[in-house]
């Protein structure tokens, strides 16, 4: 069974890519990135400071303070075990962050 359809589709081609030069060069500044608390936070996402901790959510749904180097789990997301792709549909991944003018913490799962 075929339907009239009222749209009238036309072709489209894309301009050509702009050159990777000036601005779009490719470059490797972050390779040269010290890489901070290994080990400590898996697959942070969004962060957000607050009165100078630093708030991320992680792959295993763990919500995260963290000050210097002490790392201090505020929250979570479903229940253990976590931090595997097939268990992130009920433990979540906390994807976004943001406090509010009374200091409340906000996060988007």
Do not use: W
Request: charged share 20%; net charge negative.
């Amino acid at each position: 069974l075929i339907l009239p359809c009222p749209a009238d589709p036309q072709g489209y081609s894309f301009p050509d890519p702009p050159k990777l030069e000036g601005p779009l060069a490719p470059n490797t500044i972050l390779s040269r990135a010290e890489h901070l608390l290994e080990g400590k936070v898996i697959g942070p996402e969004s962060f957000v400071t607050y009165k100078g901790d630093l708030y991320t959510g992680t792959a295993d749904g763990k919500v995260l303070r963290i000050h210097g180097e002490e790392v201090t789990l505020v929250g979570r997301t479903g229940t253990p075990p976590c931090g595997t792709y097939e268990t992130e549909p009920t433990c979540g991944r906390p994807l976004g962050m943001r406090v509010d003018s009374l200091g409340n913490l906000y996060i988007a799962d």
